[in-house]
């Protein structure tokens, strides 16, 4: 199988660098949609919408549109408005925060439109290009459950694009929960109220109780209590104080059971004069598809082609959403790097070719029709 000519290669790391210098956090994707979505009617103004979430879609039609193919890539990243922007530019690399997570998986997404308008490719059936928002931080995935909300269980496939992690093909998304809970008391001076319930006192002895429950030990299971804030001043008893924790699963069943026992710890936890309180900061779904399943045996044959070791892995992306409803979807990365959300993020540029490849080829075996096997007698060939 051949490789994409190089002029998509150089397109991809160009638009790459363009999406790098627009600032994008989670919430405020706008400049960065605008840029896309410009790309996207140049080629295509009919099909291309803005949605209600900030997400950019267009199609390449096809000759049929039945079964679709979604590919998307997410706007956000974890940078705020004001960071530095500045890249180093080597021939091996380039280096500078966001330019794989995600400027890379933009960047296919308009060269696999450039490639398919270019070449005057109708595809079999359609296909939908999706630049998407908040995937990161406390995004919690609302573009790609508005995607998933207007296809439903229409599309062949899912596939979502990450610049880094050449060869990984998210096959499970892990659920993901995350609350932040609260105590509240009256406060008081250190010495002459001494006695009364201090907030960070009894949050101590709370989240020692939680980190005391039996871990599910069937599936691959985590708690994170990762900040914690709270009280006035050294001398006075802290009114109030709150920690966040982040709990993660292969399976939601395990995930539910376990979260049920830390609460009912926290239930158990009242006292007079204290009140808790918590509110969920963060839902994203989890789910799997087989690793037998035709899109996975189908990006593992397209990967392979091109000499890319396949890994299926586990993984909270923007998967996580068709995935826990059933749909078929991976998550797959388009070159080598590493450092992923800090300032020295870089990307190989060699690999890309053979990525973004790959990621055209898949698309080929997916309209394949299936071989009518041999063990069925009497079933027409066609
Ligand atoms: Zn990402």
């Not at 960071?83 to 690399?93: G, H, P, S």
């Not at 006035?232 to 376990?258: C, G, H, M, W």
């Not at 963060?282 to 890319?308: D, E, F, S």
Request: net charge negative.
């Amino acid at each position: 199988m051949k490789k994409i000519p190089q002029s998509y290669i150089q397109y991809a790391v160009e638009q790459c660098k363009i999406l790098q210098q627009i600032p994008s956090p989670t919430f405020y994707e706008e400049k960065s949609a605008a840029y896309i979505a410009k790309q996207f009617e140049a080629v295509n103004s009919e099909d291309t919408v803005i949605d209600s979430t900030g997400n950019v879609l267009t199609k390449i039609r096809g000759i049929k549109s039945n079964k679709p193919i979604i590919i998307s890539a997410h706007m956000d990243t974890v940078h705020a408005l004001d960071v530095d922007l500045q890249i180093e530019e080597t021939e091996e690399r380039i280096t500078g925060p966001s330019i794989g997570d995600n400027s890379l998986g933009l960047a296919g997404l308009l060269t696999i439109l450039r490639y398919f308008d270019d070449l005057n490719i109708t595809p079999w059936q359609d296909i939908w290009l999706v630049a998407n928002t908040a995937e990161e931080g406390l995004g919690d995935l609302q573009g790609m459950k508005a995607v998933v909300n207007m296809f439903k269980r229409k599309p062949m496939a899912y596939i979502v694009l990450e610049g880094l992690g050449l060869g990984r093909v998210v096959i499970q998304g892990l659920s993901v929960q995350r609350y932040r809970i609260r105590l509240e008391g009256d406060g008081g001076h250190s010495w002459v109220d001494f006695g009364k319930p201090s907030a960070i006192h009894e949050m101590t002895k709370l989240i020692e109780n939680i980190l005391a429950v039996d871990i599910p030990k069937t599936c691959k299971t985590s708690i994170n209590i990762g900040k914690i804030s709270g009280g006035k001043s050294i001398n006075s008893i802290a009114p109030s104080a709150e920690f966040e924790i982040d709990l993660r699963s292969e399976k939601n069943d395990v995930l539910q059971t376990y979260i049920e026992a830390i609460f009912s710890v926290i239930e158990q936890s009242k006292i007079p004069e204290m009140r808790i309180t918590w509110e969920e900061i963060g839902k994203r779904p989890g789910g799997m598809i087989k690793p037998g399943h035709p899109l996975v045996q189908k990006i593992k044959q397209a990967l392979l082609t091109y000499n890319i070791e396949p890994k299926l892995t586990s993984g909270s992306t923007d998967a996580n959403i068709p995935l826990s409803q059933g749909f078929p979807a991976i998550c797959v990365g388009l070159t080598a790097g590493d450092h992923a959300h800090s300032q020295d993020e870089y990307i190989e540029l060699a690999p890309i070719a053979d990525g973004l490849s790959a990621v055209i080829y898949l698309l080929n075996l997916l309209w394949e029709k299936p071989k009518p096997s041999r063990r069925t007698p009497g079933r027409k060939r066609n």
